[in-house]
DNA sequence: CGCGGTTTTGAATTAGTTCAAGATTAGTGG
DNA sequence: CCACTAATCTTGAACTAATTCAAAACCGCG
């Protein structure tokens, strides 16, 4: 069975695509789900294939030799992934996680060179991508240089909540399960640390915590926080 | 005048270029030469043209809106660079400053969507060269994360002379004049701390340092304490 | 209702920064 | 050729942000 153009059409990826455009790019793809924590490809093996979020939030994972973890980033609904044949690489230099169950597309990397060739902007999109991630990693060397913890816990949250936030009574809550150890490992800190922060802030009524959750209750005031423009 | 083929014919970049593909590249190139501490580009410019280095090297410097300054990379002959064009991105991301006098080829952006459907395997190495300067950064904030200052400077200085280092008879010497302070902001830590620690290497017999000088007489050893496997 | 993963909080420790001052070096112009 | 200037580098001492160590409390699920 053939998947439907519904599928993408909405998305930014696929703007500038006509009808017959994006039954192209689908008639090479599959749909597959994985459930929660399963592991969409995994650090240093082989890349066959490359990917779309249909639904659900991946953890993009990096660990060290020494068997440190960093979360390099997540991916929200819409967007590629695991994209290493549109950089010439031939393995994955990093393992994608379901946060929450999910469904993703999958092309074979065999289909790349012709879809680049007859859908270009398919092509430019993904390039579009590895260049935006490009400057978000090297944003983030220049915070992680530059600023201290306590702005940089602050930026991630804001981060996080602007890209994968779901609006609430309370506020805007991070629309997956996360752990304060998940922000240490996106901020090159310790769980330690964001346990004390976030209850610093729960304090001030800038945050309300939970076991995996955070809701972002006064934006604007972490935004103060994370500028640190705020009298102590 | 036209540039000649033997200009770029040995670069990895061209790698699969034939005669005709070569001419194809350079017939839309000019060279020029930027002295010493010029800026080839400047960071939130508009992105007009892509680059080539030819000969010396480059610094590339990102500046935080506080002024705090970053040393993204170096960039080494043969190494294309500013090719914003190929991530869809209008401006330059951080500013490009000759770190000795160079010589540069530069394209109008103009020329890209042209360039990349007449000569794709140039395109392809532009993509390639993007995708591993992500794979760097990624590489870099997941050394900022677990390592300390000392492995991260060790790591930092093999980095370079590995790629920019000059045989002497003293040991590997980096092939550009470079600060503790320029080496401070491409680890994230003050020049305090780098002359410090230059300083007990050198006791060592690791290193050897002067004005703007850098020397590595011991790769071996200095990996020894990259890899933080040393009895203090 | 007990157990594993998560979170919180105090206290001690430390790596690295900040502050301060002086020493060294290369270049400049008289 | 030499004095002078500006940049770079070095080193000590005080300080502090954040980690590490330790222990307990807290959930939520099976």
């Given at each position: 069975?053939?998947?439907?153009?519904?599928?993408i059409?909405g998305?930014p990826a696929?703007?500038?695509l006509d009808?017959?455009g994006?039954?192209?790019?689908?008639?090479?793809a599959r749909?597959?789900?994985?459930p929660?924590?399963s592991?969409?490809f995994s650090?240093?093996?082989e890349a066959a294939s490359f990917?779309?979020?249909?639904a659900?939030h991946?953890?993009?994972?990096?660990?060290s030799?020494?068997?440190?973890?960093v979360?390099a980033?997540?991916?929200?609904?819409?967007?590629?992934?695991g994209i290493?044949?549109?950089?010439?690489r031939?393995t994955?230099?990093?393992?994608?996680v379901?946060a929450?169950?999910?469904?993703?597309?999958?092309?074979?990397?065999?289909?790349?060179?012709?879809l680049?060739?007859r859908?270009?902007?398919f092509?430019?999109s993904?390039?579009?991508?590895?260049?935006?991630r490009?400057?978000d990693?090297?944003?983030?060397?220049?915070e992680m240089?530059?600023?201290q913890v306590?702005q940089r816990?602050?930026?991630?949250?804001?981060?996080?909540?602007?890209q994968?936030?779901r609006k609430?009574e309370q506020?805007i809550?991070?629309?997956?399960?996360?752990?304060r150890q998940?922000?240490?490992?996106?901020?090159?800190t310790?769980?330690h640390?964001?346990?004390?922060?976030l209850s610093a802030?729960?304090?001030?009524?800038l945050?309300k915590?939970?076991?995996?959750?955070?809701v972002?209750t006064?934006?604007?005031?972490?935004?103060?926080?994370?500028?640190?423009?705020?009298?102590?």
């Amino acid at each position: 069975m053939t998947l439907d153009r519904s599928l993408i059409a909405g998305l930014p990826a696929f703007a500038d695509l006509d009808g017959p455009g994006l039954d192209a790019v689908l008639a090479r793809a599959r749909s597959s789900r994985f459930p929660k924590d399963s592991e969409v490809f995994s650090q240093g093996g082989e890349a066959a294939s490359f990917f779309l979020l249909l639904a659900g939030h991946i953890r993009v994972v990096r660990t060290s030799p020494e068997g440190h973890q960093v979360i390099a980033r997540y991916i929200n609904e819409g967007e590629l992934f695991g994209i290493a044949v549109a950089m010439g690489r031939s393995t994955y230099p990093a393992s994608a996680v379901a946060a929450v169950d999910c469904v993703v597309l999958t092309w074979p990397n065999a289909a790349w060179p012709d879809l680049q060739a007859r859908v270009p902007s398919f092509a430019a999109s993904a390039y579009q991508t590895i260049g935006s991630r490009l400057q978000d990693t090297q944003a983030q060397v220049m915070e992680m240089s530059t600023q201290q913890v306590e702005q940089r816990i602050a930026h991630a949250l804001l981060r996080i909540v602007s890209q994968s936030g779901r609006k609430t009574e309370q506020g805007i809550e991070v629309d997956f399960p996360i752990t304060r150890q998940d922000i240490a490992e996106m901020t090159g800190t310790t769980l330690h640390t964001v346990s004390r922060l976030l209850s610093a802030w729960e304090d001030e009524g800038l945050v309300k915590g939970g076991r995996q959750r955070v809701v972002v209750t006064n934006p604007h005031g972490l935004m103060v926080v994370a500028e640190n423009r705020r009298r102590k």
